[in-house]
């Protein structure tokens, strides 16, 4: 089992800034990819970015390249989510996610198995 815990999120203004943390407990972590995925109220849980175990490599849905960056520390057993230029369409509530370490990009969320409880972003216009 991996324990996965969320913080960072929060209400902040168009144009503005924050990071997401997830530290992981439990298995080893640096033997899993990582994952963020966001769920806005009335819609289906949309795949953000994901880090593979050794954060050699990085994938991202064109809506936020160039304005989020996904990235692990492996000796805090932690990922991160760097959020620029906010948008009001990043509203969501973000989760975490650990799958299988491969080098094969993984967006769909049910091929990850263990989630943490989500942390609610809110951009205002």
């Known amino acids: 089992q991996v324990q996965l815990v969320e913080s960072g999120g929060g209400l902040v203004q168009t144009g503005g800034s924050l990071r997401l943390s997830c530290a992981a407990s439990g298995r080893t972590f640096s033997n899993y990819n990582m994952g963020w995925f966001r769920q806005a109220p009335g819609k289906e849980r949309e795949f953000v970015a994901r880090?593979?175990?050794?954060?050699?490599?990085?994938y991202y849905v064109d809506s936020v390249k160039g304005r989020f960056t996904i990235s692990r520390d492996n000796a805090k057993n932690t990922v991160y989510l760097q959020m620029n230029s906010l948008k009001p369409e990043d509203t969501a509530v973000y989760y975490c996610?650990?799958?299988?370490?491969?080098?094969?990009?993984?967006?769909?969320?049910?091929?990850?198995?263990?989630w943490g409880q989500g942390t609610q972003v809110t951009v205002s216009s």
């Open positions: 880090i593979t175990w050794s954060g050699g490599s990085t």
């Open positions: 996610a650990a799958g299988a370490a491969t080098r094969t990009v993984v967006t769909d969320w049910d091929r990850y198995h263990y």
